[in-house]
């Protein structure tokens, strides 16, 4: 799941067919105005099912992301009997997926019950870094408070949390009690080793800095560092073969 549009996840989903691991049987969209668009179905039958979530917004924000998806797995358990599910978030997608489970814990009202998460490509749990881009949302909106990280200024204390905590981050520390302890995680990471600790987008502290805030509550918690050029934020999800390896073998237990 993410917010960059389908072909940011094709290549991924691809490759993970590719080896056998899964098929996708479910594409859905949610429009900019929240309504869902569903194409391929879902079934007891099959085995390993991906299930593709595009939002078509990518600037909407973590609060819309967060109650898009509360919206469709409710739709994934009411018309197609989803009861467990495993969550792969890229970039903005990740951070919605740890605060959607946040906020919704294990309340039987919120189906289905998750069982892994995947969280890659940085999320920006603490801050995005200022590039100074055309590309960056502007100076006013939803999106324009995560743009205040810059390389090597924030540091992770002794005990994993944040030095500089980010309001983003303040979000997730008030509900992060929620979190299910059944959940088992990986946080994917990307570093470009070129001095700025990131990976070009999201700083290597804010990706951490997830481990502060789940590790002692869920049921297992690692981190996975990606380096070199397929480090970088929006690469780390195209042919990257150590990328699929984690989705094979977490996943679906596939070698």
């Known amino acids: 799941m993410g917010g960059g549009g389908i072909d940011s996840e094709t290549d991924m989903v691809t490759a993970v067919e590719k080896s056998g691991s899964a098929t996708k049987r479910m594409v859905i969209h949610v429009t900019a105005n ?11 039958w099959m085995r390993n099912p991906i299930i593709l979530l595009v939002f078509d917004n990518n600037r909407a924000g973590e609060d819309k992301y967060t109650q898009w998806l509360t919206k469709v797995n409710k739709l994934l358990k009411a018309k197609y009997n989803v ?30 019950r998750v069982n892994k998460i995947i969280a890659m490509s940085g999320p920006p749990y603490d801050g ?61 990471y ?11 987008v999201v700083t290597n502290v804010s990706d951490k800095s997830l481990g502060y805030l789940i590790k ?15 480090a970088q934020h929006t690469q780390q999800h195209i042919d990257n073969l150590k990328v699929i390896s984690v989705l094979k073998t977490f996943l679906w237990q596939v070698k």
Do not use: C
């Open 34 to 44: 929240g309504h869902i668009k569903v194409q391929g179905t879902i079934k007891k």
């Open 83 to 112: 009861n467990q599910i495993n969550f792969v978030g890229h970039s903005m997608g990740a951070y919605a997926v740890i605060y959607y489970n946040m906020l919704n814990g294990n309340n039987h009202k919120v189906p289905p």
């Open 128 to 188: 995005i870094i200022d590039n100074h881009k055309r590309n960056q949302p502007p100076l006013t909106g939803p999106l324009a408070r995560y743009w205040d990280d810059y390389p090597n200024q924030n540091q992770l204390l002794p005990n994993g949390r944040p030095k500089i905590i980010h309001p983003e981050y303040e979000q997730l520390l008030r509900v992060r009690y929620r979190m299910p302890k059944q959940a088992r995680v990986i946080n994917i």
């Open 190 to 200: 990307g570093n470009l080793e070129n001095g700025s600790n990131s990976d070009g």
């Open 216 to 230: 002692d509550r869920v049921s297992f918690y690692t981190t996975v560092e990606l380096t070199g050029p397929k």
